[in-house]
């Protein structure tokens, strides 16, 4: 992938090297949750995400949905982070059974408490359009990034995956290919033949048909289910209960369903396990998004 080894290249050897799939759903994930909310808008919060997003000559929510991967991307220092780095996941340990802020977030600074933040300052009617736009821009990302399941937990320190290397069908996409990588994009890839292409990009009618497809698999009372936890105007306690999901489906399945041999290929059984997890995890954060976005833009 082109966008990854310049990173690797600006960035040199010796130092961490920070790639897009360290940070995200693939740019296609990202596309496709915003295209399922796109769809489900209030025709005042269409109205409302259609005034911020004309502020940069955006039209629709899937233009801005990888925004948050490519700031940042090659640190200021030598192996240093960029600052938001932090705000696309959290690492709860599969020891753990669930999140706890105090342990897993200590600095407040991770996906749970980013998430309610963005979305209170794109609720704010007082703050600058600037600022909501850019609020949107984040809120539209991390309930995508909230909603994969290794941006909710690690292993034996391995970074949601990111630092368990292996081939999948046989490819391990120029050393590349690792556990967060295949979350993120990999069988994406695979199952719906979404290739990203140089420089992050995505064909974004390819994304639409996609979502499109996905979107109709929704029924209404998996929506009405989905979006239960936003009742009560609390979104700190719904963001909570949609890492605990991610944490719980990592544990059972992202890592559960591992061949036990640590050497094997990754292909057909682990796709057979993994991909209705993904779809299902797609689903859901294009219809909470909606949800968040229908009560945040609800006045203007
Ligand atoms: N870096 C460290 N932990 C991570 C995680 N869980 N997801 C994505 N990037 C990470
Ligand atoms: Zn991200
Ligand atoms: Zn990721």
Redesign the pocket.
Same mark, same amino acid.
């Given at each position: 992938m082109q966008f990854r080894l310049l990173c690797a290249s600006l960035i040199g050897a010796g130092s961490l090297v920070f790639s897009s799939s360290?940070?995200?759903w693939g740019p296609y994930g990202h596309a496709i949750v915003a295209d399922i909310a796109q769809e489900r808008l209030t025709p005042q919060a269409q109205k409302a995400a259609t005034a911020l997003l004309a502020l940069e000559n955006h039209q629709t929510l899937d233009q801005v949905a990888s925004w948050p991967d490519t700031i940042g991307h090659v640190p200021k220092k030598k192996g240093g982070a960029p600052e938001t780095?932090k705000w696309?996941?959290?690492?709860i340990d599969v020891s753990h059974p669930a999140y706890d802020q105090a342990r897993d977030c200590p600095d407040h600074v991770c996906v749970v408490e980013k998430l309610p933040e963005e979305i209170k300052i794109l609720a704010d009617t007082h703050a600058s359009a600037q600022d909501r736009l850019t609020a949107l821009k984040w809120v539209v990302h991390l309930v995508g990034d909230i909603h994969?399941p290794? +941006?909710?937990?690690?292993r034996n320190k391995d970074?949601?995956?990111?630092a368990i290397r292996l081939t999948y069908f046989g490819d391990n996409a120029n050393g590349h290919m690792n556990l +967060?990588s295949l979350w993120d994009e990999g069988v994406i890839d695979h199952e719906a033949d979404l290739h990203v292409g140089p420089f992050y990009s995505i064909d974004a009618s390819r994304a639409k048909k996609e979502a499109d497809r996905l979107g109709a698999l929704i029924t209404p009372d998996e929506t009405k289910y989905w979006v239960q936890d936003l009742d009560g105007d609390d979104v700190y306690n719904a963001t909570v209960d949609w890492a605990d999901e991610s944490h719980s489906l990592a544990r059972s399945v992202a890592y559960g369903a591992l061949p036990a041999n640590k050497g094997a290929d990754i292909g057909k059984d682990y796709t057979a396990l993994t991909w209705p997890i993904m779809e299902l995890r797609l689903e859901q954060a294009g219809v909470r998004l909606a949800a968040v976005l229908n009560t945040a833009l609800n006045g203007g």
């Open positions: 360290a940070f995200a780095l696309h996941y959290v690492d994969q290794l +941006h909710a937990a690690e970074m949601g995956g990111n +967060h």
